[in-house]
């Protein structure tokens, strides 16, 4: 990759056990390529000693920057209001509390201009509630690869790199919350993007995880719906379609054989209902397809 202006980008939220060793291992990091960069720390409003620990970095490091919140809104939204601070071409994101090993990054940048986002996909599950958290990542994403087409070997890995202007594209519909860097992934994907996933180690975090674990999980699931219904709403729409029509086939066979010869208001319901959706599916599929020839 040519030499371009690199943003890391670090979101945090009371990480004042952690953030001092991350900016310091990311600032080693990159002083060991040759591309210019600035570490931008965008703080939610922390109310531990975050702010305190960063400003101390930036007295012995001009290339520390530091964002503050007004109002604390989520990870989701620390990310947004960074991406529209960041100075740099490529912005490579990654938590403030130690999860993610910076020795990825300058394998990651290598891989510009030819992708237009790069993700850590992590080789191991160091979070708290690691049972829940393995099996509900993994049901959600096979959703997410059936729904998206694509192979994707980490849904929502916090360690990525992305050419930043494309990614301000999509800042509308990046929620405020932990389902962001899902959101960030199947834009990408789901918009024809070239995205690609490299190891990366992940170690269990410094400090007190903020995860909810029904919470969130409910908000991965919906985000991943709400992604492929805005950008490819056929891979939704049809498959829900062709599961009430296969119901009311089912439904109608049963009740003739065993019931009476007669076509009941439920199947008619039912029947119609797919129709709907069905209609509602290529509707959307045209607003959509429409939008992306406009722009």
């Excluded at 931008?40 to 109310?47: A, N, Q, R, Y």
Aim: glycine share 6%; proline share 3%; aromatic share 10%.
């Amino acid at each position: 990759m040519e030499n371009k202006f690199i943003t890391i980008l670090i979101p945090c939220y009371n990480e004042e056990e952690a953030i001092g060793a991350v900016i310091d291992q990311v600032d080693k990091v990159m002083r060991g390529t040759e591309h210019e960069y600035e570490i931008l720390i965008v703080d939610d409003v922390s109310t531990d000693q975050t702010v305190a620990r960063v400003e101390g970095k930036m007295g012995a490091n001009s290339r520390v920057r530091l964002v503050k919140r007004s109002v604390n809104g989520g990870s989701g939204a620390s990310r947004k209001t960074g991406l529209r601070a960041a100075k740099g071409e490529i912005v490579v994101m990654l938590d403030g509390d130690g999860t993610y090993d910076p020795e990825t990054i300058p394998g990651m940048l290598e891989y510009f201009p030819e992708y237009d986002q790069v993700n850590g996909a992590r080789t191991s599950e160091e979070g708290t509630y690691k049972v829940l958290r393995f099996s509900a990542k993994w049901l959600i994403r096979k959703l997410a690869i059936y729904l998206s087409g694509y192979r994707i070997p980490d849904l929502n890995t916090g360690l990525k790199a992305f050419k930043k202007d494309i990614m301000l594209k999509y800042l509308w519909v990046i929620p405020d919350g932990f389902s962001c860097v899902t959101t960030m992934t199947l834009a990408f994907l789901t918009n024809g993007y070239n995205v690609k996933y490299v190891p990366t180690r992940y170690f269990k975090r410094v400090g007190k995880s903020k995860f909810h674990p029904l919470k969130d999980t409910a908000k991965y699931l919906n985000t991943v719906v709400r992604m492929v219904v805005y950008f490819k709403p056929l891979k939704f729409f049809v498959p829900l379609s062709l599961l009430l029509l296969l119901i009311t086939i089912l439904s109608a066979i049963y009740t003739f054989t065993y019931i009476d010869q007669k076509i009941h208001a439920s199947q008619v319901i039912l029947a119609v209902s797919a129709l709907q959706i069905l209609v509602f599916g290529f509707i959307a599929d045209l607003i959509v397809s429409t939008t992306k020839r406009d722009k």
